[in-house]
């Protein structure tokens, strides 16, 4: 099963307003989702995820995430580091 497109956070919320607008216009959500371009499970889990969200705010959590995960990788190199030298240490003594 080939997969769709890949929608920024930004993008994911506009396209939520976009729904919100529809939905005020009467439209079920099937409607909204064929309008939309996108599975009803998708629909769901974005709003599940970025429901009620800003755009600047969703920037700010993708800028988050991404140094969240340099700072894991810098977690865990160091613990590599703290481990090897250990290790080098026990044959010293």
């Known amino acids: 099963m080939s997969?769709?497109?890949?929608?920024?956070?930004?993008?994911?919320?506009?396209k939520l307003r976009e729904a919100e607008a529809l939905q005020v216009q009467?439209?079920?959500?099937?409607?909204?989702?064929?309008?939309?371009?996108?599975?009803?499970?998708?629909?769901?889990?974005?709003?599940?995820?970025?429901g009620g969200m800003r755009v600047d705010q969703a920037k700010k959590l993708k800028d988050l995430e991404k140094e969240n995960q340099q700072l894991k990788k810098l977690v865990a190199d160091l613990s590599l580091d703290n481990s090897m030298l250990k290790e080098v240490n026990k044959g010293n003594f």
């Open 26 to 50: 009467g439209l079920n959500q099937g409607e909204i989702c064929r309008q939309l371009g996108v599975s009803a499970d998708t629909y769901i889990r974005w709003r599940k995820e970025y």
């Open 3 to 14: 997969r769709g497109k890949r929608y920024s956070p930004e993008e994911v919320i506009i």
